[in-house]
């Protein structure tokens, strides 16, 4: 079973950015989605981006997050500027292997899962 592997978490202050990167060899064929959770809070839907390249969005990121991939690196982004500190969460990719299209961004709807990588934005 292909597995993804997340990068590029850290630490930032409110207004910084970073970029995520998913290994995603394997997966490119599938819809694929970032998703993040916080102490005590369960897992939210943070972006998707389908095989056709269509991309959606959380209210919460809209305007300050981009979803991409690369094809050809069998990779899949996740642009964050303007980051708030309420944005601190693990991040994880996953894809959605039994059913078509990315929507609704529920993550009981992807079934292969990275192993997260943690984001930090301080005040």
């Known amino acids: 079973q292909a597995q993804l592997v997340e990068s590029g978490g850290g630490s930032v202050q409110a207004g910084g950015s970073l970029r995520l990167s998913c290994a995603a060899s394997g997966y490119m064929n599938y819809c694929m989605g970032w998703f993040r959770q916080a102490p005590g809070k369960e897992r939210d839907g943070v972006a998707t981006i389908d095989v056709d390249g269509t991309t959606t969005y959380a209210d919460s990121v809209k305007g300050r997050f981009t979803i991409s991939k690369d094809k050809d690196k069998s990779t899949v982004y996740l642009q964050m500027n303007s980051l708030k500190p309420e944005d601190t969460a693990m991040y994880f990719c996953?894809?959605?292997?039994?059913?078509?299209?990315?929507?609704?961004?529920?993550?009981?709807?992807?079934?292969?899962w990275g192993q997260g990588t943690q984001v930090t934005v301080s005040s």
């Open positions: 996953a894809a959605t292997i039994e059913f078509q299209g990315c929507a609704p961004m529920n993550p009981t709807r992807y079934s292969r």
